[in-house]
């Protein structure tokens, strides 16, 4: 396994805060097909294809694996 550098605390308190604001708005939320994310040091285009661009990004900090 690729070894990466170490997780900014700054970006874990922000994943941290988003994950409580989607956990309040939306409950649930279930993520499908998360390895298919390449591990560390492999490049990968994550998208999402809603009408909401805002939350979509709330979602990607928070469903991509931290180790990924």
């Not at 604001?21 to 390895?35: D, E, P």
């Not at 990968?44 to 909401?52: D, F, W």
């Amino acid at each position: 396994m690729a070894k990466g550098t170490p997780t900014p605390w700054p970006y874990t308190l922000i994943r941290l805060l988003f994950q409580f604001t989607l956990k309040v708005f939306y409950g649930t939320i279930v993520v499908s097909n998360a390895h298919f994310i390449p591990e560390t040091g492999k490049p990968c285009i994550v998208c999402a294809n809603h009408s909401n661009s805002l939350t979509d990004a709330l979602l990607l900090v928070t469903s991509v694996p931290s180790n990924a």
